[in-house]
């Protein structure tokens, strides 16, 4: 799943101090899930919002609302009444950058401002600690790779075998994390298939520096008049 962080409360503040009439968007789907913007998220940073501004003698009116998805607009069919009513002068969000760019593509006249960073798509290993694990890159190679990302794992996103700096097993950009091809390489020995590791991909065709329109399938036909 989607993984966001909050950002710095500063960097909030920057960003919505000229508003008077606010309303914070959650997302109940990825968001939620990671702990960075949900419902509950939504609540605590309006209500550190509101003690900021009583403090400075400001007074400023901060709403929530959470939607279902924020990624796909017929899970906030709502969201579009929300904001007529609030008649909001910005928005900010804690939803992913996805979902963010959605709601500042429908609510176009109105200022958006993400109020968490999108920093990964990755797994839980604990609660509110997380571990990335995939850059969508576009072109998956695990299945060659024992189930470890290359892209990810490795510190050169290297596709074929360790660079010349793996020591002990170690990454030699950062010494505390294990070289992804010496954990590939023992992850392949210990399935009997490191012949795997011996074939030569092309160099990674970067699909995700263009942005890419997804058409799954069974799908074409719906879409085949898109040049996708
Ligand atoms: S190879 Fe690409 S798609 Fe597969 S896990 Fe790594 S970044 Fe993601
Ligand atoms: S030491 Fe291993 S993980 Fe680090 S950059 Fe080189 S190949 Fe990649």
């Not at 510190?155 to 793996?166: D, E, R, V």
């Not at 012949?195 to 092309?202: G, L, Q, V």
């Amino acid at each position: 799943m989607i993984k966001v962080k909050r950002k710095k409360f500063d960097e909030i503040i920057d960003c919505i101090d000229r508003y008077n009439n606010i309303l914070n968007v959650g997302c109940g789907g990825c968001a939620s899930v990671c702990l960075g913007g949900g419902q509950k998220e939504v609540g605590i940073l309006n209500e550190e919002l509101r003690l900021y501004y009583e403090k400075k003698g400001e007074k400023k009116d901060i709403d929530a609302y959470t939607v279902e998805r924020a990624c796909n607009e017929k899970c906030f069919l709502d969201l579009p009444n929300v904001i007529e009513k609030g008649n909001y002068d910005a928005i900010i969000t804690m939803c992913c950058s996805a979902g963010t760019q959605l709601i500042a593509e429908k609510f176009n006249k109105i200022p958006v401002y993400p109020a968490v960073d999108t920093i990964a798509i990755g797994i839980d290993r604990d609660i509110g600690l997380y571990e990335e694990k995939c850059r969508a890159c576009g072109h998956c190679v695990i299945g060659y790779t024992g189930g470890i990302c290359p892209i990810t794992r490795c510190a050169k996103s290297l596709f074929n075998g360790p660079c010349g700096g793996t020591n002990k097993g170690m990454c030699e950009v950062n010494p505390n994390i294990p070289c992804a091809w010496y954990e590939i390489y023992n992850r392949l020995k210990e399935q009997n298939r490191l012949e795997d590791i011996k074939k030569i991909h092309p160099p990674v065709d970067w699909k995700n520096q263009i942005q890419r329109t997804v058409v799954q399938y069974g799908y074409e036909e719906r879409y085949v008049n898109m040049d996708v």
